[in-house]
């Protein structure tokens, strides 16, 4: 015995001492009355200071696995923690959990998709690119944070938000042309948690949500997870048909639409000025509330900036906006933001705090600290500058290699690709994915099971060499697929 | 024009002159086409670098609200963000949230309680003391943390948790007696996040829980926010009343049992190991699942652990231990654990992508490196020190000046105080309310409508002036009442 002890870096010693005893002790290995060894045995044992096991040992006795005897030394506790278990009973728990449970399983792509063993060239990620990551400004951001008002982060917060960062955000959407006035901002952990709380909240007289088809996949799973209905619109190359929207209006009510503007998740389209204008008078007619995904709008590579569907709304109060700097900044910083009518914030506030009581402050905070600084400004010129390249590339070698009928992206860190009706990506797939190649088979995207025909190719955490690699493989196997 | 123009410090200058001017131009202080003061004009006017104003107004160009013309200058963009609003719907918002929001909003009692003006001494909060937050670790773990893989803490993270502090919490939990073997955990936003994704895959067969009376009203509001009907049971000076447990077991079939085991919350008893034995005895007997909340398990004064009712359950997969921190260290960081059954963990990891993608990753690599440096171990001799102090002090003037029937309270950060039958504590509030005392009135924390008569008092951020001080007074005012 005491042969496996090994000392690990950065914890401290007479820690790892209990830990290995408690270890012993939990399975058997010294049993209850055992005496322990003398604490100057066990430090020539453990090669380490006695001062060391004489704190393990306090530890042990004060956590309830051993005792000292005046005298005679430390002894294992008659019944240490765990040894009073009972006849214990197992059940089965797939008989015990529900159907939205089970559907949240079925609707979990991340549990389906194929695994990207290394080496591979994977073009499934729209996460953004590690190594551009501002790490310095980040520490700094925390640091600066910290010394302000260190105690305050580390407590309790409000379900609403951290104030500093809410009113900067109010700054921040107004100068996207939003009229504040009459509206108000709820911080969530992220587009997910603001998206599935507003669904959550919403009423369904009818049931039923309109969108685009295809569409962001996790929304298509929040959605269903809600119990709506989901109606699909087509796409054109400036957005959503206007006409097929306008027919399905007039065929049946909708309790709320959902749009993405602005570099669409998957076709990455941006929807013209004009359009926007044209789809809210729509909307407005209807009498459809909207909830805008404001998803990845910083990243335009070339142009002015295009105003948000709630700054076409006006004064008006009918949009709900979701924002989040996941794509542009750091998604491990779980922060988004629900832009909406105040009072509807108000009650949204209350549906927040019963589900995760607040988001992390922490992340809050770095957040704000870091756009208060201008960093977010620095970064997205050298964000965008590289992004833009391998958004050049990927469309070029897309031209140049894939055999497609169609293919879209305006910008942000992805293309959509279609191929002639018939053809299958899911073969394409797992014929590239043999030579180290996987992408996004595009049907997950689509509200009525179509879109066999399509992928998405996600660039932004591929080098540019393996994305002319990795196109080129796609685009010889399809025209081998297609003979 | 210009005068209110004020820079404030930490942002750069140009971002502050762009704000500005972006303010003017969206509230129609500078018209459409209109010329922009030359840039050395405004440098002087704003009284900030020629530099800095040029670069302003290249980042306005670029973010569509001004353009510049070769020789002349600047100009304000014909139709800048926002100014091609379009005539506005505003609708009502009350008529289109559903009844679990409305619920979720007359369960918060964030919003019915009182606000402590200064001044006040409050005995209602249960957070921990800030002043007691060891700073200096927090900062190191988090600079550690970001030097060893900072780039990967600010990607995406996985749904199911950060695996090196997963694996610490696994250690953790078997060090009190848990048997690990079949179980894994998921990491939450807290304690609240853990017990609404547990409560949202259940299946209600019989639509009905069983808990402690009082319990957690967090608990309650979660119970109920998931529609389930709620059974509580009394509670006797060693924990929940087995005899009346059983009966209810008889008369009434239960989908899962919630239990508070130590520091239960609001009444602060400890249940005994005895009783924790018997109690899995009849949860295993009548095949109900077991909601485990460890809430403040750690926050024990005097005596040797008590393990956890997931740890009686020995090799069984009967219990679901939610896990937290948030008493002890810090709220600011939302990290939670359910410890469970394998399979069902598996199940609820999707249930968490699908409602925030995953918990902060900044928090749970913070968290785990402050474990690993045995920063909680060195941190608790100090906080129970401070804590146990105050409990006692608190003990003592409770048995000093409250006319109580019953006080009970083992430990942990508050005490509960139940007087006289009949004895109203809605107007023993509102009159200490007057004299600048506050505390919680009970009844929030009965399932059943009852505990009129019943108070919690929470010690843990009062000063022990304060505590003296507030309790003499509400002791004198109960008297007054009492008449």
């Known amino acids: ?134 790490l310095d400004n980040v520490k700094r951001s925390f640091m600066d944070r910290m010394s302000v008002e260190g105690n305050v982060l580390l407590n309790y917060g409000y379900a609403k938000g951290y104030k500093p960062l809410i009113d900067y955000l109010k700054q921040y959407m107004e100068h996207k042309g939003v009229e504040m006035k009459g509206k108000d901002i709820l911080i969530t952990n992220g587009f997910t948690e603001g998206f599935d709380i507003v669904l959550s909240a919403l009423s369904k007289k009818n049931g039923s949500v309109i969108c685009e088809n295809p ?34 209006l007039q065929e049946q009510a909708f309790d709320c639409a959902y749009f993405v503007p602005s570099y669409h998740n998957p076709t990455g389209i941006v929807m013209s000025p004009e359009k926007r204008q044209r789809l809210m008078k729509l909307m407005n007619r209807y009498q459809i509330p909207v909830i805008e995904d404001g998803f990845n709008e910083e990243l335009r590579y070339s142009g002015s900036h295009v105003a948000p569907l709630i700054a076409a709304a006006g004064s008006g109060n009918s949009v709900i906006y979701l924002g989040s700097f996941s794509k542009v900044l750091f998604p491990g910083l779980r922060v988004g933001w629900v832009l909406a009518d105040q009072e509807l914030i108000y009650s949204l506030e209350s549906v927040k705090r019963a589900r995760t009581i607040h988001t992390s402050t922490l992340d809050q905070s770095i957040l704000y600290q870091y756009l208060l600084g201008g960093h977010l400004e620095k970064y997205l010129k050298k964000a965008r500058a590289e992004y833009k390249r391998k958004y050049e590339l990927t469309l070029q070698c897309c031209k140049e290699f894939i055999p497609y009928t169609a293919l879209s992206g305006d910008g942000g860190l992805h293309l959509f690709v279609t191929f002639a009706e018939g053809f299958n990506t899911r073969t394409l797939l797992a014929a590239c994915h043999e030579q180290g190649v996987i992408f996004t088979a595009g049907d997950i995207f689509f509200t009525d099971g179509k879109g066999q025909n399509t992928i998405r190719i996600g660039f932004s955490r591929v080098t540019d060499e393996d994305i002319r690699k990795g196109i080129e493989i796609i685009g010889r196997t399809a025209r081998q697929l297609m003979g």
Request: hydrophobic residues 35%.
């Open 215 to 248: 569409t962001h996949h996790t929304a298509i799973k929040n959605l269903k997870l809600n119990g709506f209905e989901i109606t699909g619109i087509p796409m054109e190359r400036d957005g959503i048909d206007l006409v097929e929207l306008e027919k399905a």
């Open 1 to 134: 015995m005491f042969k496996d002890f090994k000392l690990i870096a950065g914890r401290p010693v007479y820690i790892q001492i209990k830990d290995y005893m408690k270890h012993l002790i939990i399975k058997g290995g010294l049993q209850g009355n055992q005496k322990l060894p003398s604490t100057r045995e066990l430090s020539t044992l453990l090669k380490v200071s006695r001062n060391s096991v004489i704190s393990a040992y306090a530890e042990l006795e004060d956590d309830g696995f051993a005792y000292a005897v005046q005298g005679q030394g430390s002894y294992v506790a008659p019944t240490p923690p765990g040894s009073e278990t009972i006849s214990s009973w197992t059940m089965d728990w797939k008989t015990r959990i529900n159907d939205h449970a089970r559907l949240a399983e079925d609707l979990d792509i991340m549990k389906r998709g194929i695994r990207a063993e290394k080496g591979t060239i994977s073009f499934t990620s729209i996460a953004p690119d590690e190594s551009l990551f501002d």
